[in-house]
Nanobody, 112 residues
């Protein structure tokens, strides 16, 4: 069983930035693709960004050029830098490990 602890959400004004962090337990972190998903009220959970074990990244079209996902295998951590935030980015953001395990979610609210 892998445990994921997310942090970094909060309230930010449009155009602002936040950095999400997800720390994973266990010894196999470096072997798995990590992803960030989000779910807004009344909508389905959607993939925001992912990063493979080799460092290949993938982004939803809606966040390309604004969000950057990265990983630190030495610290079992995946990060997502979110810049130029928009009100439509408001959602609960979830960390995903290998398509299997989920974090508890962290709220991101973009509002003036």
């Amino acid at each position: 069983q892998v445990q994921l602890v997310e942090s970094g959400g909060g309230l930010v004004q449009p155009g602002g930035s936040l950095r999400l962090s997800c720390a994973a337990s266990g010894n196999s972190f470096r072997l798995y693709t990590m992803g960030w998903y989000r779910q807004a009220p009344g909508k389905q959970r959607e993939l925001v960004a992912s990063i493979t074990s080799g460092g290949t990244t993938n982004y939803a079209d809606s966040v390309k050029g604004r969000f950057t996902i990265s990983r630190d295998n030495a610290k079992n951590t995946v990060l997502m830098q979110m810049d130029s935030l928009k009100p439509e980015d408001t959602a609960v953001y979830y960390c995903n490990y290998g398509g299997i395990f989920w974090g508890q979610g962290t709220q991101v609210t973009v509002s003036s």
